[in-house]
């Protein structure tokens, strides 16, 4: 009897001591407004991650009871979210621009002949790139020639990138190293001529004759451009940026930067639609590790609104008789299309104008309309004909940059017409349709910042509080939806909503920390956002 009393005592001690263990985590977050964007948009006070995940969501208290925290982090009253996905950017470019000349924000050609000049004698390039400029902004709007660009620099080939990446301006130097001549042909596009000569300015398909000719970044360089490019984004909160548009070889050199622990951001890799590209992963299949995803395709339709690119149904309310054109024949886009409808891949297709978007959203119906959880997206959706939203669904989905529509606006409906006007930068009604938006920046053609995207999307306004009540405002979205389209459905559209998007048990532990409360902030306040901090898996990379 004694030894049974003897054991009861001691089982009792040890079960005493272990009802007050608490559970070792890496971290805890509290003292917060935490908005998990969950499936109800809840709020919490804390959160516990460990191994780089959330472990819980709840009040300090009861949490603080739970676990023993490696360290804490008191936010101080600050509002904590998900880690922004921008859903469609050119992140790889956008670290190769940071060593070119930076021709955004020029008021006329002869500022961007200033910078230029100045870029080169700093630099001394053997060849001069660079992007930004658009004549949209200058007082006469008209595209410029390369005459000036000869004369300063007869020797040194010179091609600088119109602020959408679909126009170049290059200088008789680049044009002889392309071997472009009046005769060359090509097909999409243009090479412009005046008189019977090259004005330099060269629009889509062509430009590739450039890129060529061009010297290509040594690995050296392509490795500085991805970590720069990472800086940047972690600044602004990206914990996730999908590519729209690169190549095995960076693709893989991301991957193994990656695998090195130097390359912390998350990245969705669309595939740039080449035959090697294609013909490599369709064959070995989508690739997927924690921090890159590689099972999308990204094919160009058209060009861009602003070089009068866009296809449009109709011809160009400025420009009689000129309707924009397809990048590709109608046949070449219907054989990708179903060949990548054979494979496990994501068609994600670049559409600006309606009549674009009319045959990408017609073959997308087509071919994967009833098909189960595909998730094709229509990259831009900028112009889209009455008829034609239907087809929207999450199943084929509408991925949009709001600042598009600020910095078009001003110049739009001399492109399109004001009945046309009323399908275009539709992303309210986008939004009703598809039942979710995928958001975006498309940089570096507009500027790095989510906050720019938050407030162009709930305001329809620029940073000056134009126009007065905002533009096409019956288009513009929620606090909540915004949000929403800048994480878990930004994390949906990549397959990616199970694993990132929201702040909830079991997801990667990715959030950010800001200055103010976006949700509640006065709108005009919302562009000078600031983050306080970034973590990704947990740790704090700004």
């Known amino acids: 009897m004694k030894n049974i009393l003897i054991l009861l005592f001691c089982c009792t001690v040890l079960f005493s001591c272990n009802s007050g263990q608490k559970e070792k985590i890496d971290l805890l977050v509290f003292n917060a407004e935490v908005y998990t964007v969950d499936t109800n948009f809840s709020n ?22 739970k676990y023993e925290a490696a360290e804490k982090y008191d936010a101080g009253g600050k509002a904590v979210y998900p880690g922004f996905i921008d859903a469609h950017a050119h992140f790889y470019r ?22 230029i000049v100045e870029f080169q004698q700093k630099r001394g390039a053997d060849f001069i790139t660079g992007r930004g400029w658009d004549q949209n902004d200058w007082e006469v709007k008209e595209y410029p020639t390369k005459d000036t660009l000869d004369r300063l620099f ?6 600088v990138t ?20 009046t005769d060359t042909s090509f097909e999409g596009g243009d090479i412009e001529q005046k008189n019977g000569k090259l004005t330099g300015i060269i629009v889509d398909n062509p430009m590739s004759l450039i890129a060529e000719a061009q010297p290509a970044p040594t690995t050296e360089e392509q490795i500085t451009a991805l970590m720069e490019a990472q800086e940047i984004c972690f600044d602004y909160g990206l914990t996730t940026v999908v590519d729209a ?58 060009g861009a609104l602003g070089s009068r690119g866009a296809a449009l149904k109709e011809e160009y309310s ?51 309309g009833n098909a189960e959880d595909r998730r094709w997206r229509v990259e831009h959706s900028q112009v889209i004909d009455e008829g034609d939203f239907k087809y929207f669904s999450k199943n084929i989905i509408p991925s949009v940059q709001p600042t598009h529509a600020t910095s078009d606006m001003y110049w739009a409906e001399d492109r399109l017409g004001k009945e046309r006007m009323q399908g275009a930068y539709a992303y309210k009604k986008l939004l009703d349709q598809a039942g979710i938006v995928a958001l ?21 306004q620029d940073t000056g509080n134009y126009p007065e009540g905002g533009f096409m405002k019956e288009q513009a979205l929620s606090r909540e939806e915004t949000l929403k389209g800048m994480t878990i459905w930004a994390a949906y559209s990549n397959f990616e909503e199970k694993e990132k998007g929201s702040i909830e048990k079991g997801k990667f532990a990715d959030f950010i920390i800001l200055n103010e409360d976006i949700m509640k902030v006065e709108e005009d306040k919302i562009p000078n956002l600031k983050v306080l901090a970034t973590y990704v898996n947990g740790e704090k990379v700004k």
Do not use: C, W
């Open 44 to 65: 919490a006070e804390a959160f516990a991650v460990q191994d780089g995940k959330f472990l819980a969501i709840g009040s300090a208290d009861e949490l603080e009871k």
């Open 94 to 115: 956008l670290g190769l621009q940071q060593n070119r000349v930076d021709l955004t924000g020029t008021n006329s050609f002869e500022e961007v002949v200033a910078r």
């Open 154 to 159: 007869p020797d040194t080939p010179i091609a």
């Open 162 to 181: 119109r602020i959408d990446g679909h126009a170049l301006l290059v200088n008789q130097a680049a044009l002889d190293a392309a071997g472009i001549t």
């Open 245 to 302: 548009g690169i190549d095995r070889k960076v693709i893989e050199l991301m991957d193994s930067l990656h695998k090195n622990s130097e390359f912390k951001i998350r990245m969705y890799a669309m595939v740039s639609n080449t035959k090697e590209n294609l013909d490599y992963y369709l064959s070995a299949g989508p690739y997927k590790t924690d921090r890159l995803n590689v099972r999308s395709v990204k094919f160009y339709g058209d």
């Open 318 to 368: 400025d420009r009689s008789g000129h309707f924009g054109a397809l990048l590709s024949p109608v046949e070449d886009f219907k054989e990708t299309a179903i060949r990548i409808a054979d494979s496990e891949f994501q068609l994600n297709t670049h559409a600006i104008g309606d009549s674009a978007n009319y045959l990408v959203l017609k073959t997308y119906d087509s071919l994967i």
């Open 440 to 460: 975006g920046t498309d940089f570096p053609v507009e500027e790095v910042s989510p906050f720019l995207t938050f407030y162009a999307a709930v305001s329809r």
